[in-house]
């Protein structure tokens, strides 16, 4: 029984030596590289005139809410100045109703984000698309097992520092941008 469990402890302690030097080795071979989509999204020419197309949709739907609000509000002055020679059923039935109003426009506002949003996703989608397939042909020239975001969507770093030799091997974000042809 003792020299089974001596030539079991061999054998797990042989087949753990085995996967550490295979983690090992996998490990050599594995590159990782990061870009930062955002800054090549903001760089692309083609951003120029999404962001013009995104500022007339919102204007247009600023315009069209403040259009509302004023409607609003006049309803709300008039309601005011007769609000002492009214009736009370009138009263309620006139608050009412400016409270279904207010809740109108509130689903106006909402309406026009959603809309804005995806009208942002339909413009700048394809310039998204464009980007991935630039990294992944960047990332395939390169070798690359995986590439990471440098930042959330929300701006925040994820990469918080690089030393300036894996920078040089390992950031992508301008052979990305050459991919693209973005400096030809």
């Not at 692309?44 to 949709?57: D, G, I, K, T």
């Not at 930042?151 to 974000?173: Q, V």
């Amino acid at each position: 029984m003792r020299i089974f469990s001596i030539a079991l402890i061999f054998i797990l302690t042989l087949g753990f030596s085995q996967s550490q030097q295979a983690v090992a080795q996998s490990s050599n071979e594995l590159k990782i590289g990061y870009v930062n989509p955002q800054s090549i999204l903001a760089n692309m020419p083609e951003m120029r005139a999404v962001q013009q197309r995104l500022q007339n949709f919102t204007a247009r739907k600023q315009q069209e809410l403040t259009t509302l609000e004023q409607q609003f509000q006049s309803q709300v002055a008039e309601y005011q100045q007769k609000i002492g020679v009214i009736s009370q059923d009138a009263q309620q039935q006139e608050e009412a109703r400016l409270g279904q109003l207010q809740q109108e426009l509130i689903q106006a506002q909402e309406t026009a984000e959603q809309e804005l949003a995806q009208r942002r996703d339909e413009l700048v989608g394809p310039l998204l698309e464009q980007i991935g397939a630039a990294i992944e042909a960047v990332a395939n020239k390169q070798g690359l097992s995986y590439v990471l975001n440098t930042t959330t969507s929300a701006g925040d770093m994820i990469i918080l520092y690089a030393s300036e030799d894996f920078r040089s091997k390992f950031d992508i974000t301008q052979s990305v941008m050459e991919e693209l042809g973005m400096f030809n």
